[in-house]
């Protein structure tokens, strides 16, 4: 290396001997000791220099390396931030939008629609996110003076004062003796503007649930028919009438000999086919279905002679005619009604027996009743009757639909829907076992797809939705182990409809639901618990990550 | 239940009431009654050497699972099951079987009162889940249905344990190669018996044995000696728990003697038939109309699943074709069948596939299918050479395969002639049990009175709740 690029000193001593010749070379000192000496000392020097100038060039090359490091290290870090200032301000986003979503307000029976405005909000607030419907039921969070109120007062005073009673008046004619003058149907708004919460979800509902979950157009079918009396007591008349339609049955039958013969046989034979029903292939079921449906029809035929009864008793809203239907007659045979009846009672008692057992025979059922309840000849004026079935379930489970009330007092008890049985109330154990086959029951029915059927689904989605919103917008401390218990059989094994149906917003729902709804339960009964659990078992099962 | 049909057709009760308390508001006074309104007793009596009658105790008796102090895996896995609070078994034997030191249980119990979660939840609670393949709870069952069965409970309550492990000593189910690897074993004895001996299941860690059925077990010949012979081989630390419906006294002697120093829970002989359930019989012209009767019988009451049992072969097969031709998914179990083709067809009954079950003796015990609302006494049970006595025990065994758990249920049993009629008498006045005459004259008369019947059932003073410590 020293050969092939020798230092500057070297070369200056080199340089220097042309200079001096010979002289030097032939100097007699040449070899002197003084002169190594000196030499020598100047290598010294050389060396010195050289080394220090090799120290000095890796000092600044580590210096360089280490600023090129210093430099990387700060991008990189540069680029972290960036990248985590961009996740956060979109997490507080999707927080502010969750937090948005979840104040879902107590629904329905409460007093205080914070006036109409609060819908439209809702309406264009957010039209196609998941959290619309979360946020329209949202709106009527009702201060919590309603506990101590009778829901029956709910159902009529609460709505009387909502201040837009100039509606009132288009509320069902039927009933003259209404105290339920629930039914402010706002007509039919294209957009609606809910004047008492329980109005505006069903409004609210009614456009965009039937486009499920996504936005349509207000759906015609649904908007069209008279303003849906949300009146939940509405039902309990309906419930009193079938009673004396089945009264007059008895007495119909001891004058007519060919309706007795048949009457009977056929309630059973009714009965029967429904406890049939078995879970699993849907084909299995279909010789029952036809029973039930030509029993119904044997009835409507009328060839036994039974009397002719007005409909309306039995249905929420008067009915007008309506083109095309085919029974648009003002009367429709008794016989007929009485096995709607029947039917009905044999689908809630098989929810409330078996059901109540083992939640997932509640599913054939329920497609049995939408499978009848929506055959086109049994349509009356157009519209199915199944309000018959709806008047009573909401006797015998009125959490369903907004009722509520303390499990320690005697009218809580009865606003629950708690049975009595000669005057005593039925074991806790029983009365949850009961709710739990009941939730089943109607999240069997309200979670029908009609996509591919032509008939018309005579008990949609949204229904199931309402009263899931009416469950969870109860206020912390009126939260009633009932209402944990139905809800818990309405999301079990109906997850995966209820998402069908609702998408990204059932999710969104499921987590009210069964995160936050027991989350905020001043007492964690476990009732409370067992909804929390759920999420663990939809987590573990499904892969459905909820909180 | 069909009562309930009826029932839901009285709106007016509720709705009623609630209008007339329209402004009332909501009385908090009566908080301090409704506990006792709601809480149906039933009686039991705890005999413990120092706590003699003190059921009330804190220390003896709980209210949640919770405060059982359970491991949270397990409270999840019964919140998920919908057990929110511990039955009358449950509550008083519980922390008995739990505490420690280890102290043997001797259980008595009517059907469908939890006991088969008591002692789930006790070996859920003694086993060490860190050692997943080390045997440390036997669990012995007179029957492959009800191993399997008690195989599933323990499954579905540990559903949220972690490395657990159960798995069933019976025929044709433990890998001859492996033996034995799991924390609990399910199984019937001679199994279990050839399993140990064979030295595919080691028992040295063994820290429970839970008998279950356990007079059976304990009375019969065979499953007697088997299970004394288990027991042999077993630890003599071991914690022992007998658990059956009924325990006639001789065989209560010897099951001291199995399970020494035992703390006993035990029900007095006459509140064993099963107050839920509402007991009929069917007075039959004639065998052979039977059949057509039995048909009609669903038509009566809203019915889930229904047990029928018979006493031969041929007839069930018989019923079964009529059935099916009546639009029933019928599941026919009988000896015929062997093993795993058993297996299947109570798997579709349990499954709800099929919703009428048709058997014989086979499934009288300890099967605990929870939506059964009716079971039927196609022929009235018999014992002895020849079939002369009525067996009442099998009766009692077999209308406890409903009304599970506090549920309503309902029993027909079928008369026709002398014979039958006289043995079902001598069952009755055994137990005193009052039998409602059914007559299939009239069908609108039959219908009414079942609903009167199951109405009424219930309203029985000793049945209906009552207020506790009033």
Redesign the interface.
């Known amino acids: 290396m020293q050969r092939g690029s020798p230092s500057p000193a070297r070369r200056s001593q080199f340089a220097a001997s042309p200079q001096r010749p010979l002289s030097e070379i032939f100097d007699e000192g040449r070899n002197s000791e003084a002169r190594h000496r000196l030499v020598l000392e100047a290598s010294q020097k050389e060396h010195i220099r050289v080394r220090e100038e090799a120290e000095r060039i890796l000092n600044e090359t580590l210096l360089r390396d280490e600023q090129q490091r210093v430099l990387e290290e700060r991008q990189r870090e540069e680029r972290r931030i960036r990248a985590e200032e961009q996740l956060a301000s979109e997490r507080v986003r999707l927080n502010a939008l969750k937090a948005k979503k979840v104040e879902i307000p107590p629904l329905l029976p409460d007093p205080e629609p914070p006036a109409a405005p609060p819908a439209a909000v809702n309406g264009k607030a957010t039209p196609t996110t998941t959290s619309q419907p979360a946020a329209a039921t949202a709106r009527a969070d009702g201060p919590s003076t309603q506990p101590t109120v009778p829901t029956q007062v709910n159902g009529s005073t609460l709505l009387k004062s909502q201040q837009t009673p100039a509606a009132q008046p288009l509320a069902n004619p039927i009933t003259s003796n209404a105290p339920v003058p629930a039914a402010t149907p706002t007509p039919a708004l294209s957009s609606p503007k809910p004047t008492s919460s329980a109005l505006g979800i069903n409004g609210l509902l009614n456009n965009n649930v039937a486009v499920n979950g996504t936005n349509a157009p207000p759906a015609t079918s649904m908007a069209t028919p008279p303003p849906q009396p949300p009146a939940q007591d509405r039902y309990t008349e309906i419930h009193k009438n079938l009673k004396a339609l089945r009264r007059s049955m008895v007495d119909q039958a001891k004058n007519n000999q060919l309706l007795k013969n048949r009457m009977g046989d056929m309630r059973r034979e009714i009965r029967k086919c429904v406890g049939q029903l078995v879970s699993g292939v849907p084909s299995k079921n279909r010789g029952q279905q036809q029973t039930i449906v030509g029993l119904l029809r044997e009835a409507l035929a009328n060839q036994v002679g039974s009397q002719l009864v007005d409909p309306s008793s039995f249905v929420l809203a008067p009915r007008n005619p309506i083109q095309n239907a085919i029974h648009n007659d003002p009367v429709l045979p008794s016989l007929f009604i009485y096995l709607l009846n029947i039917f009905a009672k044999a689908a809630v008692s098989q929810f409330i027996n078996e059901a109540s057992a083992r939640p997932e025979t509640a599913d054939p059922v329920g497609v049995c009743i939408a499978a009848a309840f929506s055959e086109p000849d049994f349509l009356w004026r157009g519209v199915s009757m199944i309000e018959i079935l709806l008047a009573k379930l909401r006797i015998v489970c009125p959490v369903l639909f907004g009722y509520r009330g303390s499990e320690k007092t005697e009218q809580g008890r009865q606003r629950l829907g708690w049975w009595k049985d000669h005057g005593r109330w039925i074991p806790e154990q029983q009365h949850m076992d009961r709710m739990t086959g009941l939730g089943a029951g109607f999240a069997a029915i309200s979670l029908r797809k009609f996509a591919q059927s032509k008939k018309q689904n005579p008990f949609p989605a949204r229904h199931y939705w309402t009263a899931m919103a009416r469950i969870v917008n109860t206020p912390p401390a009126e939260i009633s182990n009932t209402q944990c218990i139905v809800l818990k059989a309405m999301v079990q094994n109906y997850e995966s409809k209820f998402i069908e149906s609702y998408g990204n917003a059932a999710i969104a729902a499921l987590r009210t639901a069964l995160i936050e709804f027991p989350a905020k339960a001043t007492e964690k009964s476990a009732a409370v618990s067992s909804l929390q659990v759920l999420a663990q078992v939809l987590k573990r099962d499904t892969g459905l990550i909820l909180g | 239940?069909?009562d309930?049909?009826s029932?839901?057709?009285?709106?007016?009760?509720?709705?009623a009431?609630?209008?007339a308390?329209?402004?009332?508001?909501?009385?908090?006074t009566?908080?301090s009654n409704?506990k006792g309104?709601?809480?149906?007793s039933y009686d039991v009596e705890v005999k413990l050497a120092d706590l003699q009658n003190d059921t009330d105790s804190p220390l003896y008796s709980v209210n949640?699972?919770?405060e059982l102090g359970l491991p949270k895996a397990i409270n999840?896995g019964l919140?998920?099951m919908?057990f929110?609070?511990p039955s009358k078994i449950q509550e008083k034997a519980l922390p008995l079987m739990i505490s420690n030191p280890p102290t043997n249980m001797i259980a008595q119990s009517q059907s469908g009162t939890g006991k088969t979660a008591a002692f789930v939840l006790t070996v859920l609670a003694r086993v060490d889940f860190s050692q997943p393949q080390q045997p440390q709870a036997l669990l012995l069952a007179p029957s492959r249905e009800l191993a399997r069965q008690i195989q599933g409970v323990i499954m579905t309550v540990g559903q949220?344990c972690e490395n657990l492990i159960v798995e069933a000593a019976i025929p044709g189910s433990i890998s001859r190669e492996l033996g034995v690897r799991a924390s609990v074993v399910v199984g019937t004895p001679g199994t279990v018996m050839d399993l140990i001996r064979r030295r595919q299941f080691d028992v040295s860690q063994l820290k429970v044995l839970v008998i279950d059925e356990a007079d059976n077990m304990l009375d019969q010949q065979g499953l007697g000696e088997q299970c004394v012979r288990v027991k042999g081989m077993l630890p003599k630390t071991i914690q022992i728990l007998l658990f059956s419906a009924t325990f006639p006294e001789k065989v209560h002697n010897f099951a001291r003697k199995f399970a020494p120093n035992a703390n006993e829970i035990k029900l007095r002989q006459q509140e064993l038939t099963v107050k839920g359930i509402s007991q009929m019989y069917m007075d039959c012209p004639d065998e052979i109309q039977k059949y057509e009767i039995l048909c009609?019988l669903?038509?009566?009451?809203?019915?889930?699943?229904s047990v029928i049992f018979v006493r031969t072969r041929e007839s069930a097969n018989e019923i079964q074709r009529r059935m099916e031709a009546d639009?029933?998914?019928v599941s026919a179990l009988h000896g015929a069948f062997e093993g795993q083709n058993r297996d299947a067809l109570l798997d579709d009954f349990r499954?709800?596939?099929?919703?009428v079950l048709i058997t014989t003796n086979v499934l009288a015990r300890g099967i605990d299918v929870?939506?059964v609302?009716m079971v039927i006494n196609y022929d009235i049970p018999m014992k002895g050479p020849g079939d002369r006595e009525p067996d009442h025990e099998t009766y009692l065994h077999r209308i406890g395969r409903t009304g599970?758990?506090?549920?309503?249920g309902v029993s027909i049993s079928f008369v026709y002639d002398k014979k039958s009629f006289d043995a079902l008498s001598q069952i009755a006045n055994f137990y005193g049990i009052d039998l409602i005459q059914l007559s299939p004259d009239d069908?609108?008369a039959t219908?009414k009175k079942v609903q009167d019947v199951i109405?009424s059932s219930?309203?029985k003073p000793d049945y209906?709740?009552n207020a506790l410590g009033n």
Do not use: C, Q
């Open positions: 239940m069909a309930l049909a029932r839901i057709t009285k709106p007016d009760e509720t709705p009431a609630a209008a308390t329209e402004n009332a508001v909501d009385d908090p009566e908080g409704s309104i709601i809480e149906s949640s699972f919770e999840e919140l998920a919908n929110k609070k949220f009609k669903y038509g009566l009451m809203t019915v889930g699943s639009g029933h998914k499954a709800g596939r099929s919703k929870s939506s609302s599970r758990f506090g549920r309503v069908w609108d219908e109405k219930r309203a209906a709740p």
